[in-house]
């Protein structure tokens, strides 16, 4: 699973508002010894000024001011500006090779890197050393361009060896870090495979949270609740039309199992619905084979909140956030069972007595039997 700066900065900050991290790995599906080493450099710290910053942020930060700072020495020290002719550049960054890193020496003057190079391979002054490095990066370069991109370190010494141009791999690997060279192999299966990763988990729902009748998408979510030092994990599947608890289950285990059986009690009360869209998190129940394989059989499109953005599947979020408020955090329990006659009791209440808001005050199901009244006078 790849997770953004931005999305694991979303993680943390729901610990820091309190919710445990059991709660946030189950719903997110990150394993929770990854959640722990996330949560120091990814907390959030507010300046004197007021501006927000993680520590991740505040390293990147600092090391773009350190070469900013650089950038000023060298254009302190140089007697000429980034307006001036190139010859006159080139003479003036010469004098600080090797002080300054080629990249920084360029990027204050605005000189091509592989036209510094030539002109330093070109001086008489320089060492027996760094003509040699010079003269080996113009090279590098030149096999890493005919490649387009493709070859790595292993590859591009072998080349040069068939030149005539003798080096190990791991000193054409320390040049191409200099030159800031990266082969493509590296990154672009990871790309590839992330574009798939992101298609096959498409946010189909978009926050439309108002469908025109039921059993057209429902949604689901997990959530997890401490009873005598063990965590009891409850599923529920909501009706995203009426808000109503179609079916729930409650495990000692967040197992691929508690999801498909759920969904499996919510089937067989409300039959084989056609063009049903089930929305969830990408927590790795709700990705498993066996659930998708399940989904498939049954003809239901799967959508997918975004990894960290707990606002997507806002439905399922405010349902258990009712739930522990006007139940669970009310009551001392003593065993599993009476958690789950808990819950039990507490959906009934939901489904049958509670107004909701969104419905104009009416219960779910007072909802639900007022559409079919209004479907058999028009049908």
Same mark, same amino acid.
């Given at each position: ?68 700072? $650089?950038?000023?020495?060298?254009? $302190? ?100 870090? /200099? ?156 065993? /599993? ?43």
């Amino acid at each position: 699973m790849s997770i953004s700066t931005e999305e694991k900065q979303a993680l943390v900050a729901r610990y820091q508002a309190g919710e445990c991290a059991a709660e946030i790995c189950a719903s997110s599906g990150i394993p929770r010894s990854t959640f722990y080493t996330w949560i120091k450099p990814y907390t959030m710290t507010t300046t004197a000024s007021g501006y927000e910053v993680s520590q991740q942020e505040f390293i990147k930060m600092k090391q773009k001011l350190q070469k900013l700072e $650089q950038k000023l020495e060298i254009l $302190q020290k140089v007697n000429c500006t980034a307006s001036a002719p190139l010859q006159e550049k080139l003479q003036e960054l010469a004098k600080l090779y090797g002080q300054y890193s080629v990249h920084t020496l360029c990027e204050a003057l605005c000189v091509s890197r592989g036209t510094f190079y030539n002109h330093i391979f070109r001086r008489k002054d320089v060492t027996a050393y760094d003509k040699r490095r010079a003269e080996v990066k113009v090279h590098i370069q030149k096999v890493f361009d005919e490649s387009q991109q493709r070859f790595g370190a292993n590859k591009i010494a072998v080349v040069l060896a068939d030149r005539g141009i003798r080096t190990s791999p791991k000193y054409v690997a320390e040049l191409m870090r /200099e030159m800031g060279l990266q082969s493509v192999s590296i990154y672009s299966k990871r790309d590839y495979q992330k574009s798939i990763r992101m298609k096959k988990k498409q946010n189909i729902l978009q926050r439309q949270f108002q469908v025109s009748e039921p059993n057209l998408v429902w949604i689901s979510d997990v959530t997890c609740f401490k009873v005598n030092e063990k965590y009891i994990y409850v599923c529920v599947i909501l009706d995203l039309f009426s808000r109503k608890v179609i079916a729930h289950g409650v495990s000692p285990k967040n197992s691929t199992y508690l999801i498909t059986s759920t969904f499996k009690r919510a089937l067989q009360r409300r039959g084989t619905p056609q063009e049903l869209t089930f929305h969830s998190d990408q927590g790795a129940q709700y990705t498993s084979k066996a659930f998708r394989k399940l989904l498939r059989m049954n003809k239901v499109v799967q959508s997918f909140s975004k990894s960290g953005r707990p606002h997507d599947n806002a439905v399922a979020e405010s349902f258990f956030a009712s739930m522990k408020r006007e139940e669970i955090y009310r009551t001392q329990y003593k065993s /599993e069972r009476q958690f789950r006659e808990s819950i039990d009791s507490y959906i009934i209440f939901y489904n049958t007595q509670r107004p909701h808001s969104t419905l104009a005050y009416k219960t779910p199901d007072k909802f639900e039997a007022l559409y079919d009244a209004k479907k058999s006078k028009i049908g």
